[in-house]
């Protein structure tokens, strides 16, 4: 059974930096796509971003484009989200997902197979 375990949330100072990192095991992780998404309070899940599965490629919710990166390390099992120029707005809990039907990635959510408990992403005025 697949799993994903997200780190690296916490409370950052708006203009600021972080990095999660989304931990994979109970599957071969080159198979899978991977996209992060958040949910603010109150608010539906957005998407953040996708990675397909080498890496080579990515794309980006038009709210986070220029200031977040995905990668992906394949010999770690690991995604990262890393998180620049933080606003207000961007608080919320932060989940990874595992898509293995679309190798490209995408901002769907109902094609994505697995999901993490999310991390909590504040950014404080």
């Known amino acids: 059974q697949v799993q994903l375990v997200e780190s690296g949330g916490g409370l950052v100072q708006a203009g600021g930096s972080l990095r999660l990192s989304c931990a994979f095991s109970g599957g071969t992780f080159m198979g899978y796509a991977m996209g992060w998404f958040r949910q603010a309070p109150g608010k539906e899940r957005e998407f953040v971003g996708a990675?397909?599965?080498?890496?080579?490629?990515?794309y980006y919710g038009d709210s986070v484009k220029g200031r977040f990166t995905i990668s992906r390390d394949n010999a770690k099992n690991t995604v990262y989200l890393q998180m620049n120029s933080l606003k207000p707005e961007d608080t919320a809990v932060y989940y990874c997902?595992?898509?293995?039907?679309?190798?490209?990635?995408?901002?769907?959510?109902?094609?994505?197979?697995?999901w993490g408990q999310g991390t909590q992403v504040t950014v404080s005025s």
């Open positions: 990675i397909n599965w080498s890496g080579n490629r990515q």
């Open positions: 997902a595992a898509d293995w039907t679309n190798g490209a990635g995408t901002q769907e959510e109902y094609e994505y197979d697995y």
